[in-house]
């Protein structure tokens, strides 16, 4: 794989993006690439790189697409080169194709208590753990071994920040102002769920406030507030697991709208 394919992989899987790295692992005869081509295919078709072109490439697209919508982790196609199906080259190819990025990412927007706890029962569960706050006592590799911490000031992050189909956020900083910051930022950010923490009075003046300052009203109703599920959390590990239960409730397509009418 060339540097340039390289980078473009790393980059979108670190975005939370998902997609499928194909490789020629193996070539017999004459092929239209060698060993080690690759090809990165997008869900929506996309792709980056080569691997040879023609009908090989479209059938591989096709095998990439197909190991995405059934959640298969890895496959190996094999293809014959030859002239019946419009390929003259003669020899035969095989292709490995991996599914990449597929863990779902919680971003948490506040390392304190709350974030703590979300973010380690977010890890046990499976999710790749990312985290802001500015303060570095908080937002640190002590704290959070498993994650990926940021320690900057809030546009610092946002200025390089995506999100992604399969990026959850959870919005739970040191103060309401702040919290509502974040909200702004993320109006039109791509996002399979964005929750953020406040009682009702207090969130109902800040979509007030933000509807002032030009933040969409359809992105504030779109939020998940006050976050989590009804079971009346009080400690950081209770509304720990409010949040998480939630956050799998939306992964999983359940009716979490039925889930939260005791709200």
Known sequence: MDAKLLGLVSREVSEGRMGVLCTVVEEVGSSPRSRGASMWVRPDGSIAGTVGGGLLEHQVIQRALEMLKTGEGCATFKKNLNAPDGMVCGGEV???LEVL????????????????????????LGFSVVVWDEREEFANPERFPYGEVHPVSLGEF???????????VVIC???????????????????????LIGSR???GVLKANLLKEGVSEAHFDRIFKPIGLPIKAETPEEIALSVMAEIVAVKRGADVGALRAPW
């Open 101 to 124: 990025g597929n863990e779902e990412r919680l971003v948490i927007f506040g390392a304190g208590h709350v974030g703590k706890a979300i973010g380690d029962l977010a890890h046990f």
């Open 201 to 203: 009075s207090k969130l």
């Open 94 to 96: 095989t292709v490995y």
């Open 173 to 195: 900083t040191r103060g309401h102002a702040l919290d509502g910051e974040v909200v702004r930022l993320t109006d039109g950010l791509e996002a399979a769920y964005i929750g």
């Open 158 to 168: 946002m200025s390089r920040f995506s999100g992604g189909s399969r990026t959850y």
